[in-house]
């Protein structure tokens, strides 16, 4: 019904930049928060960074200052721009958006594929 198609993610140098992309498609009525996850080799996954259909954004701390989480509601698209990279932050990247299908009074959350973010000390 609803698919989050990823892109962006590859391998760069400690203090380099990535920038993310994830476009929600199918029978969306409307999409409401947008949401990044990663989890990293060993660990638990994690919370990165959400932003609001209005723009307002919440981030993890250890990417504070670093990451920028934005949207284009026309294409339903979430961004992440990843600055200022560290080894730490290698992990696939997860997007999620909570969705209103067509036809449809609830949200579900729906998440994509992921995408492979390597930084090289």
């Known amino acids: 019904q609803v698919q989050l198609v990823e892109s962006g993610g590859g391998l760069v140098q400690s203090g380099g930049s990535l920038r993310l992309a994830c476009t929600a498609s199918?029978?969306?009525?409307?999409?409401?928060?947008m949401v990044w996850h990663r989890q990293a080799p060993g660990k638990q996954r994690e919370f990165v960074a959400t932003?609001?259909?209005?723009?307002?954004?919440n981030y993890a701390e250890a990417v504070k200052g670093r990451f920028t989480i934005s949207r284009d509601n026309a294409k339903n698209t979430v961004f992440l721009q990843m600055n200022s990279l560290k080894p730490e932050d290698t992990a696939v990247y997860y997007c999620?958006?909570?969705?209103?299908?067509?036809?449809?009074?609830?949200?579900?959350?729906?998440w994509g594929q992921g995408t492979q973010v390597t930084v090289s000390s």
């Open positions: 999620g958006a909570e969705v209103v299908a067509r036809y449809s009074t609830r949200a579900t959350t729906y």
């Open positions: 932003v609001s259909n209005s723009g307002g954004t």
């Open positions: 199918g029978s969306i009525f409307s999409i409401n928060t």
